[in-house]
C-alpha cells in the first residue's frame, strides 16, 4: 500500500504564488507517473498536471502558470502555482498511478481571494 502525504496549500490573493509538496510512503516497482488534480465547490475533480519519466501534461486552463515537478525518479511530486486566481480556489489533490493501481493523497486547499 502506497500513502501520499502532502503539504503547502491555503490562502492567498490574485496575483500571488504558492507551492504543493506530496511524498510517497513507498516507492513501487516499474513504472509510474504523479500528478494533481483539483476538485472546485459543486464541480466535478479534474486534471491540473501530471508527469512521467516520458511526458508532462499540463490542463488548459493552468498552462504558463503552473509547474509541476518530481524529485528524480523519487516518489514525491510538486506543483509550483504562479499568478493564482479566484477560479484556481479548489481541493488539489496529490495522484499517483502504477499499471494496475491508483493512490490519492489527502487533499489540500487553495483559496485565491482579495
Known amino acids: 500500500q502506497v500513502y501520499l502525504a502532502q503539504s503547502g496549500g491555503g490562502l492567498v490573493q490574485p496575483g500571488g504564488s504558492l507551492r504543493l509538496d506530496c511524498r510517497a510512503s513507498t516507492v513501487p516497482n516499474g513504472d509510474f507517473e504523479m500528478g494533481w488534480y483539483r476538485q472546485a465547490p459543486g464541480k466535478q475533480r479534474e486534471l491540473v498536471a501530471t508527469l512521467s519519466h516520458k511526458n508532462t501534461d499540463y490542463a488548459d486552463a493552468v498552462k504558463g502558470r503552473f509547474i509541476i515537478s518530481r524529485d528524480g525518479f523519487q516518489g514525491s511530486v510538486y506543483l509550483q502555482m504562479n499568478n493564482l486566481q479566484p477560479n484556481d480556489t479548489a481541493v488539489y489533490y496529490c495522484?499517483?498511478?502504477?499499471?494496475?493501481?491508483?493512490?490519492w493523497g489527502q487533499g489540500t486547499q487553495v483559496t485565491v481571494s482579495g
Open positions: 495522484n499517483m498511478k502504477t499499471i494496475s493501481r491508483a493512490f
